[in-house]
């Protein structure tokens, strides 16, 4: 890569990076990937390669067991992630192009916003399908999802909000304002008539 540390191919690292690229703008991405994604220091290029041009909306993990035995990542040099690891599903949307040429910053986190974190909890009896047991709970979570959303479009307003929030608030304060110095001008008390001394002198005849 352009940040001068090795990072040999893989079916699992170009698979994630094409998903990321073959999104326009404003598109969701949903993966499927190992757990250890969010924390191997082996992963965080590919980690920083989504975090940098993907915000991250929801993180759902996975119980083990949830796919067919057999199912494997493969990664040349690397060894095999089975499918009795955890697995985790990324629910993402892109919000920056992808430029070829360019480099990855690898300094500090870019999640310096709130995600929706789910972990679903196997079922007491796992006998016969998965589907049977798994997509209750995942429904589950869709809702919380739901849920969680309509909080986040309430405590996030837009731009549009904001400004419009703005001018009631300055208009409410310049009302405010003139009713208090109306009330400052009709609460003088008016003050006393001056009346000019009388002076009187007296002149005595002899």
Known sequence: ?????SDSFSEYNFSVQQAVR????GGKICLILPEGFFSNLQDEILRKYVTNHCKILAIVSLPRGVFK???????VR???RTASMKMSILYAEK???VKDGEGIDLSGANLDYPVFLANVTPSESTRGEINTWLEPKLSLVLEQWRAWQARQSLTEPSEVKIESLKKVLEKKHRKEKREKLLFKITSKKPEAPKYKKKVTSKILLF
Do not use: F
Request: charged fraction near 40%.
């Open 1 to 5: 890569d352009l940040n001068g540390r």
């Open 22 to 25: 073959s999104v326009k703008v």
């Open 69 to 75: 035995v057999g199912t494997e990542v493969r990664q």
């Open 78 to 80: 690397r060894g095999r």
């Open 95 to 97: 919000v920056k192009e």
